[in-house]
C-alpha cells in the first residue's frame, strides 16, 4: 500500500523558514505528481506546490510564490517544500499528496489520490 509520512512542521516567527519532507512508500515505479497542500482552520484546501517527478516541472500558488520551493529526491522517494519569510497567514495543517495523473495535471488537485496525515506549521507575527 502507498503511505506517506510528512515531517518537519512546528512554530515560528514571522520571516523564519521551514523545511518540510515527505516519504513516499508502496509505489513500483514512483508517482507522476507530488504536491503539498494546505488548509487553514474555518478554510478550504489549498494547493502550495507541485512537480512532476519526470521533468521537475513545478507549479505554485500565488501566495506562495518566490518564499517556497518544492523538491525531489527520487533516491530516497521523497519530496520536499522550502519554506522561506513564512508569514501568519501560512499557518495551517500541510500535507503530502501523491498521483498517478498525466503531467499536465499535476497542477490540479484532483490529480492526487493519496494523502499523508499532515503536518501543522504555525507562524506567530
Known amino acids: 500500500a502507498v503511505q506517506l509520512v510528512e515531517s518537519g512542521g512546528g512554530s515560528v516567527q514571522a520571516g523564519g523558514s521551514l523545511r518540510l519532507s515527505c516519504v513516499v512508500s508502496?509505489?513500483?515505479?514512483?508517482?507522476?505528481?507530488m504536491g503539498w497542500f494546505r488548509q487553514a482552520p474555518g478554510k478550504g484546501r489549498e494547493g502550495v506546490a507541485t512537480?512532476?517527478?519526470?521533468?521537475?516541472?513545478?507549479t505554485y500558488g500565488d501566495s506562495v510564490k518566490g518564499r517556497f520551493t518544492i523538491s525531489q529526491d527520487k533516491a530516497k522517494n521523497s519530496v520536499y517544500l522550502e519554506m522561506n519569510s513564512l508569514k501568519p497567514e501560512d499557518t495551517g495543517m500541510y500535507y503530502c499528496?501523491?498521483?498517478?495523473?498525466?503531467?499536465?495535471?499535476?497542477?490540479?488537485?484532483?490529480?492526487?489520490?493519496?494523502w499523508g496525515q499532515g503536518t501543522q506549521v504555525t507562524v506567530s507575527s
Open positions: 512537480i512532476y517527478t519526470g521533468s521537475d516541472s513545478t
Open positions: 508502496g509505489y513500483t515505479y514512483g508517482p507522476n505528481c
Open positions: 499528496a501523491t498521483g498517478d495523473a498525466d503531467w499536465w495535471r499535476c497542477g490540479t488537485s484532483a490529480a492526487y489520490n493519496y
